[in-house]
């Protein structure tokens, strides 16, 4: 009896010992750091260490951002209204070259000389239209005695009247041989100006002149040739002072494009920079192959920087906003997430997660995490990331 009442009293014991037991409160430090993002961390480095000369800091700042762009490739080509194919005015051998590949000329200056047989037959013409015209003159002044003479005798009743009229045909014909010989005398005159010859003289060289100033951008004819071609061109000359942007635009954006507007150019030759140009044609078809339309952009080429062929992309911005921007290089990847090191005081910093949007040439806009006036680190980034 005494066994079994020792046993039930120290089963009560252990049962109420185990009900009476609190629970096990969790570290608030463990939770704190658990739900913590991974990218917030505070860097301090000491006033005397070199590390501080190697880190730049600037303010972040308000610019206007685009909200909708339309972006294409394009490149740079000959503006078509100021280029020149040069044709020979007529066949023969070209004897001499005046001008080089990559040569600035001005309008009317030789580019070549060449003798041509053309050149003397012209001037054959035209001597002959002069002495054409000097005998139809020398034939009217006749015509015009013989008119006056019948004229007088029938006056005084010596010939019939059908005598005066048969006289005064004549003259009618006389004057009209006069006129269609002058008109080919001035027919031949403007061919000698035309090759830039003077009347009298044969064996004279025809001289091709450029019809505008620009540069020799082709070159297809050397000393010596025969040339027989007039309708293939032998040089090339463009005024690159105004240069043409061409680009293909998807025609799901051609909506946003008009003639006129304003476009923001980027080069692959000139990295970080934008140049400013404004459409000058839109193509009236879409291409039936890539389903694009081509848009011209007009640029002022006065400084000789941009050359045919050069390669770029082009910015149509329908709208802005104001956004924060900072420096491209301030924006640091890690782990597929962006972030920025903002100063908190003299040698501290704090790196912090942001959200950005499209570069903007040497400028990204920051969505959210940043307000404008921030002190940021702009150049050094790389190295508070390895603290």
């Known amino acids: ?42 860097i301090s480095i000491p006033p005397d260490s070199p590390k501080l000369r190697q880190i730049r800091i600037e303010p972040a700042r308000l610019a206007e951002v685009p909200t909708d762009e339309v972006i294409s490739p394009g490149k ?13 005015p007529v066949s023969g051998r070209i004897e001499s070259v005046r001008v080089r590949l990559g040569d600035t000329v001005q309008a009317g200056q030789c580019l070549l000389e060449m003798q041509s047989a053309d050149a003397d037959a012209a001037m054959s013409t035209y001597l002959q239209s002069e002495a054409t015209v000097t005998q139809a003159q020398a034939s009217l002044v006749k015509t015009q005695a013989d008119f006056d003479r ?14 005066v009229l048969s ?36 064996g004279q060289k025809v ?49 946003f494009i008009q003639r006129g507007e304003r476009l923001e150019i980027n080069l692959v030759a000139y990295p970080g920079e934008t140049f ?3 459409v000058t044609r839109i193509a009236d078809t879409v291409d039936p192959q890539t389903r694009t339309v081509k848009v011209m952009a007009e640029l002022d080429n006065s400084g000789g920087r941009f050359r045919p062929e050069m390669f770029g992309t082009i910015h149509h911005i329908e709208s802005t906003r104001q956004a924060v921007v ?6 640091i990847q890690e782990e597929g997430q962006s972030i920025i090191f903002v ?32 002190r940021v680190v702009v150049d050094g980034g790389m190295l508070l990331k390895g603290l």
């Open 276 to 278: 400013a140009g404004r």
């Open 326 to 331: 900072v420096p491209a290089g301030t924006i």
């Open 150 to 163: 019948a004229n007088d005798l029938y006056d005084h009743n010596a010939v019939a009247k059908k005598e």
């Open 1 to 42: 009896m005494k066994k079994l009442l020792w046993l039930c009293t120290l089963i009560w014991a252990s049962f109420d010992f185990g009900c009476s037991r609190q629970p096990e409160k969790a570290d608030p430090a463990s939770t704190f750091l658990e739900k913590a993002p991974a990218t917030t961390r505070l």
């Open 207 to 255: 001289v091709v002149r450029a019809p505008i100033a620009g540069k020799v951008l082709e070159i297809s004819v050397a000393p010596g040739e025969y040339r027989n071609d007039t309708n293939s061109p032998v040089m090339t000359v463009a005024d690159l002072s105004s240069v043409w942007v061409a680009s293909d635009v998807p025609e799901n954006y051609i909506r």
């Open 76 to 88: 740079i080509e000959v503006n078509p209204n100021r280029v020149s194919r040069v044709l020979l």
């Open 167 to 202: 006289e005064g045909n004549a003259l009618t014909q006389a004057k009209a041989a006069v006129e269609q010989a002058k008109a080919s005398r001035e027919q031949a005159s403007r061919r000698l100006q035309l090759l830039g010859l003077s009347a009298g003289a044969f």
């Open 343 to 374: 100063e908190k005081g003299p040698g501290r910093f704090e790196q912090m997660p942001v959200a950005v949007g499209k570069r903007r040439g040497d400028m990204t806009p920051v969505l959210s995490g940043l307000a404008a006036g921030q």
